[in-house]
């Protein structure tokens, strides 16, 4: 069976250092691959998502980054923390192709002091 | 981002008491998700409805995908202390544009009182 993890679980950064959250997928081969934030309140926000190795798409404007380097694994970045950053950050995945279920990881509490 | 208007924002219940929500969109998707979410844990499935005025049950929930693909329910029955949590609506595309996003509701807060 698929399973998502993503870490670490908590964080807590002070402003202008960098950030690296990870998350890898098992169990399935060349996933979408997607990063949420979800901010105080609750909506999740959609950051980056990607369809292939190397192949990223950015929503909005940030201070973030994201990676793909290997099939099954997807990186959010930051050379900079800013405190807007603070937030929920989750790591979700779906079947290749057009419209598959998305689901999503546990998710990473970012703090930026 | 673009969101989804769910409804209500908050429901305070009494346990066994029935649940119901609703997401509208001005936009057409192609399938509708609902998710549940407690504190500090991602968003977990619940029911996926992937076809215009599908019903689909999933225990005590139940989940219809609007005639006009543009809103869907959702209920749930008999309601249980673990109900409590965020529920969430999303709506997605399948097209070579969207790639699969999902646009989210803004959640409603269920809290069961026993």
């Known amino acids: ?113 | 981002g673009q969101q989804l208007n769910q409804s209500p924002q908050s429901m305070f219940i009494q346990e066994g008491e029935d649940v119901s929500m609703n997401c509208t969109s001005s936009s057409i998707f192609n399938t509708w998700l609902w998710y549940k979410q407690d504190p500090g844990e991602g968003p977990v499935l619940l029911i996926a409805l992937y076809k215009a005025g599908e019903l689909t049950s999933n225990g005590r929930l139940t989940a219809q995908f609007g005639i006009t693909r543009k809103d869907s329910f959702l209920n749930i029955s008999a309601s249980i202390p673990s109900d409590v949590g965020i529920y969430f609506c999303a709506g997605q595309l399948r097209t070579t544009d969207s790639w699969g996003k999902l646009q989210f509701g803004a959640g409603t807060q269920v809290v069961v009182t026993p």
């Open chain 1, 1 to 113: 069976s698929q399973t998502i993890h993503q870490w670490p679980a908590t964080l807590v950064q002070p402003v202008g250092s960098p950030l690296s959250l990870e998350c890898t997928v098992e169990g399935t081969s060349n996933p979408n691959l997607y990063w949420y934030r979800q901010a105080a309140g609750r909506g999740l926000q959609l950051l980056f998502y990607s369809v292939g190795i190397g192949q990223i798409s950015s929503e909005v404007p940030q201070n973030l980054s994201a990676s793909r380097p290997q099939d099954r694994q997807f990186i959010l970045s930051s050379k900079k923390l800013l405190l807007s950053d603070s937030g929920f950050y989750l790591c979700a995945w779906a079947g290749a192709g057009l419209g598959n279920t998305i689901y999503f990881g546990e998710g990473s509490w970012l703090t930026v002091v």
